[in-house]
């Protein structure tokens, strides 16, 4: 199967935060921002795969900075590592200042997508060739995010973390 490289899949959508999506704080309630993550990580991984995809699991997100009302929030997904069917996505989310036009990191998301047939059984996805190199970090260290995943969904014993396991004895 043919490579595709992170570049490949980026997904970015850009939006505002509008009064019916915030807390009571008036800061961009975290569900919503999560379902924006979710959305442009399924497409990420249809880019890469071009097959039907579903939300495997969300193996990490950092709420690291409050998003005010009014802001103009950019989420961003490429693809960070292809397994056999599931894809590992990062996300990155940038708000944007009025005055400045500057971005800002706001927060940071990682979720695991698996692509399926119409019958909703895993298949094959391309191999992905990163490039820059936070590219290469990602990738690098996305076999530890999907041996830790499956060992708290309970689909992989602890004993057979080996990626996982190396990173605590060698550190
Ligand atoms: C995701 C799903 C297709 C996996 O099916 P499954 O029968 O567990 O299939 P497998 O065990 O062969 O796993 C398929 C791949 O998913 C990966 N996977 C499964 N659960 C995972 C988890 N919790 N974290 C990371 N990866 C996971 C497996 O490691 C495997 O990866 P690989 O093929 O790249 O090695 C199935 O659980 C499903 O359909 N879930 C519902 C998805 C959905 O509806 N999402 C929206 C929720 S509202």
New binding site residues.
Partial sequence: MQSRTPEDSKTTLTDLVLPSETNPLNNLFGGELLARMDRAASIAARRHSRRIV????V?HVAFNKAVPLGSVVTVEAKVSRA????MEIYIDVWVEDRESGHRSKANEAIY?F?A?DET?H?VAVPPLEPETELEKQRFEAALRR?QL??VL?G?LKPGEATELKALFVNS
């Fill in positions: 579903v939300t495997a699991s193996n397994f056999k069917s599931s695991t698996v399926v909703g895993p999907k995943s499956l969904a689909k």
